[in-house]
């Protein structure tokens, strides 16, 4: 069963709040990611731990297993990102198709244990680097392959989004 891929550019999130998950990037302070990634990773093993986590809800939604998986490299790529943004001067961001990474990863064959672990992992490490890095580089820049520029600090409101929208999309 292969899943439209989502195409929209969701820059948006960044100049009003989400109409789904509510989210208002405009109203939260970097000083509050940390905590926000936290306290989203906290959430994620009881979503695991249900007996369907692997069942999509339908043939166009990813499973519960599936948003997990997804979340969990969303920490990953994110760190990654932050890292080259505080090593290099204006990095360009190599492309990441989520949707393909999915199908490729067999995100839904995943071991639900396995995937909570390493999200847990992946959250801490994240959150750890947002939490680390001074004021002064808060503003160092970094550019996606489609030519959205952010800061330091907009690059962790936009990323903050994605784990607490899909929280919401599984009921978590």
């Known amino acids: ?9 969701w820059t948006w999130v ?8 509510g989210f ?13 990634v936290r306290a989203n990773a906290a959430a994620w093993p009881a979503v695991m731990a249900r007996p369907d986590v692997a069942v999509r809800p339908d043939e166009q939604t990813w499973s519960a297993l599936e948003y997990s998986a997804h979340v969990r490299d969303v920490f990953r790529i994110f760190l990654e990102r932050l890292e ?39 959250a801490a490490a994240v959150a750890d680097a947002f ?5 002064a580089d808060r503003g160092r820049r970094g550019l996606r392959s489609d030519g959205s520029a952010f800061t330091v600090d907009s690059l962790a409101r936009y990323f903050v989004h994605d784990p607490i929208h899909h929280l919401y999309d599984v009921g978590g």
Not at 14 to 21: F, G, M, T, V, Y
């Open 1 to 9: 069963m292969t899943i439209t891929p989502d195409t929209k550019n």
């Open 14 to 21: 960044l100049e009003r709040p989400c109409a789904d998950c």
């Open 24 to 36: 208002d990037s405009g109203a939260v302070e970097y000083d509050e990611i940390p905590g926000l």
């Open 84 to 122: 080259l943004m505080l090593a290099q001067d204006d990095p360009h961001f190599a492309n990441w198709d989520q949707d393909e990474t999915a199908v490729a990863e067999r995100y839904g064959e995943q071991d639900p244990a396995t995937v909570a672990a390493e999200l847990g992992a992946a």
């Open 131 to 135: 939490e680390t890095v001074p004021l």
